[in-house]
């Protein structure tokens, strides 16, 4: 058996939110522990991120889609070579890739499973523009030993913090470990059951719709606009009433259950007031989160504390909304706290899984993903 070595590994990540490209020169040690020695957020040029948002809405052609696999590789290329130019050749590239279509239902076609994902940023284009072995396709393996490909960030949540933290009484801590990016999801980390995690429901995703939409911006910064509205209850309510917050665990969801037609047509009975549209979506994360938690967790599992990574952890208007709506028992935490990159989570998380490619190492956890058996997840391109 090979003796495991720590590795530097660049890795590379864009989530549903589409904001960047996340770059970050990680060293990865044999105990599975990751530092971020520098990480970068690398923008898409103007019209590849536009394409990219054609390709959420289904509204390119299979060419369109075939060019724009190899444009996003040299896009996560470009990004790689500039950490690479300031501290020289990783041992290898992580790169999550960017994810245009996930669907992790058991529908058939000729009794022939269509579960399915597909992320773009051809990795060959990666190995050969950064000289550099190259790991990518992380979600396959899983699909197709019968779980959802997602969420894969639970193992890399096991590792950094099961059985890694004490109370004030000598007892190991239970963690929901919360990330808000596009689409929100939480890791249950539980001394006493395994492992096991599920998406909570969207994110940023409507959020940012709504913002660029009736603001034109990005993004709301720190949660400036939504702290300048009203929550409204009734529409919030109805909000609360959609399939997917009641479907029991392992769950996945993505951009295309939440896409523009899902968004559009919530609008139709939103608050006429756009600063109450924006605060009653950013309730509307936080209330979502709070009630999986009642529903899926509290039931058999005890939370001491909730750690909340992805850009939901900046918006100040998100974080006071979840404390207003989580138990005040439970305390409320990012991931700073621990010493892990709230911007960069997800790409140490995705070097760890490069690590454990190289090394052979399963990293699915089929008590959060639903599958079959532990896999070693990731395809290989070399330059």
């Known amino acids: 058996m090979q003796e495991k070595e720590s590795k530097k590994i660049i890795g590379l990540m864009s989530g549903t939110s589409c904001d960047s490209i996340d770059a970050g020169l990680c060293e990865v040690y044999p105990d599975l522990s990751v530092k971020l020695i520098q990480g970068i957020n690398h923008p898409y040029p103007e019209h590849i991120r536009a394409k990219i948002f054609s390709a959420f809405r289904g509204d390119i052609s299979i060419k369109e889609l075939c060019q724009l696999n190899f444009a996003v590789g040299r896009c996560f290329a470009d990004a790689a070579n500039i950490l690479i130019g300031e501290f020289g050749k990783p041992d290898l590239i992580s790169s999550h890739g960017q994810t245009v279509y996930h669907y992790p239902y058991d529908e058939k076609l000729d009794n022939i499973s269509l579960k399915s994902t597909l992320q773009i940023g051809e990795s060959a284009v990666i190995a050969k523009e950064t000289g550099c072995m190259t790991v990518s396709n992380y979600r396959e393996n899983d699909i197709a030993n019968n779980g959802q490909g997602a969420p894969l960030v639970c193992f890399a949540d096991e590792k950094w913090f099961l059985n890694k933290y004490v109370d004030e009484n000598g007892r190991y801590k239970n963690f929901a470990i919360q990330n808000i990016g596009g689409i929100s999801n939480v890791t249950v980390v539980n001394s006493d059951t395994a492992t096991f995690g599920f998406d909570t429901g969207c994110g940023n995703i409507m959020i940012d719709y709504c913002v660029q939409k009736l603001f034109n911006q990005k993004y709301d910064k720190n949660g400036e606009i939504a702290a300048e509205g009203n929550i409204c209850e009734s529409w919030l309510d109805c909000l609360l009433q959609d399939e997917y917050y009641f479907i029991d665990p392992p769950k996945t ?68 909304f979840l404390r207003m709506y989580l138990p005040n028992r439970i305390e409320l935490k990012t991931h700073e706290d621990f010493g892990i990159s709230n911007n960069f989570k997800e790409v140490m998380a995705f070097a760890l899984l490069g690590y454990c490619n190289y090394y052979g190492i399963s990293s699915n956890l089929p008590s959060c993903t639903g599958a079959d058996k532990r896999v070693v997840l990731g395809k290989i391109s070399l330059p």
């Open 253 to 320: 969801t993505g951009r295309e259950y939440f896409s523009p037609k899902y968004i559009e047509n919530i609008l139709k009975t939103a608050p006429s007031e756009p600063k109450d549209i924006i605060a009653t979506l950013t309730a509307l994360t936080a209330k979502t989160i709070s009630q999986a938690y009642e529903r899926f967790l509290y039931p058999s599992v005890h939370i001491d504390t909730c750690v909340i990574g992805g850009g939901g952890a900046y918006n100040k208007t998100m974080m006071k």
